[in-house]
């Protein structure tokens, strides 16, 4: 796939970066907070994500002399998004079970009900009842667009566990859909 002048430039800017140019590595943080909030909400909650992006950034800064390819950047920095909201979502785990509190309940806060389904609802309601490893999934194919070896990358899985993970994701949101339309239907 051809290189677009955005990528580019965000290239010449992990280069920059790289030699120590904080101006640039700024530049390059601004650009992909929006991107990487949104996979940390997707992977972990929407109130832990600042403070997982936040954990993110600090590796990405610390890190970024080390990534041998700057073209890869964004698969990089997700995929430090992705260990940092497993480190969350273990902590979190490791904490309610020190609370000794009872098990969550299965589809809690994610499902807070939209009133007046219409196509884009549904899907989105949809989506918060899914797992927050297929969301990140699906977010990362269709709202940031990228390929089955980008995903691979971002995640640390391989290539072919992207395709069936993807697969189940689709199955899943599919049933969900289905499901909510007949409980519509029956209301």
Excluded at 47 to 66: F, K, M, T, Y
Excluded at 76 to 101: G, H, M, P, Y
Aim: aromatic fraction near 4%; proline fraction near 4%.
């Amino acid at each position: 796939m051809p290189r677009g002048d955005d990528q580019i430039f965000e290239e010449l800017l992990v280069v920059f970066a790289q030699g120590g140019d904080t101006e640039a590595l700024e530049e390059l943080v601004q650009r992909w907070i929006p991107r990487l909030s949104r996979h940390a909400v997707l992977m972990s909650s929407r109130g832990a994500a600042p403070d997982v992006v936040q954990e993110s950034l600090l590796a990405i800064a610390r890190g970024i002399r080390g990534l041998d390819d700057p073209a890869r950047f964004g698969a990089w920095a997700q995929r430090i998004v992705s260990n940092k909201c497993a480190d969350w979502v273990r902590r979190e785990r490791r904490e309610r079970a020190t609370l000794d509190r009872g098990p969550v309940e299965a589809l809690g806060q994610n499902t807070d009900r939209i009133a007046g389904h219409d196509g884009v609802q549904s899907v989105r309601a949809a989506l918060r009842m899914l797992p927050p490893e297929r969301r990140a999934l699906l977010a990362l194919r269709y709202a940031d667009g990228l390929t089955d070896g980008a995903i691979s990358e971002a995640l640390g899985i391989p290539k072919g566990t992207v395709k069936s993970r993807l697969h189940a994701a689709r199955e899943e949101l599919r049933r969900t859909l289905e499901h909510q339309e007949n409980h519509d239907e029956r209301s």
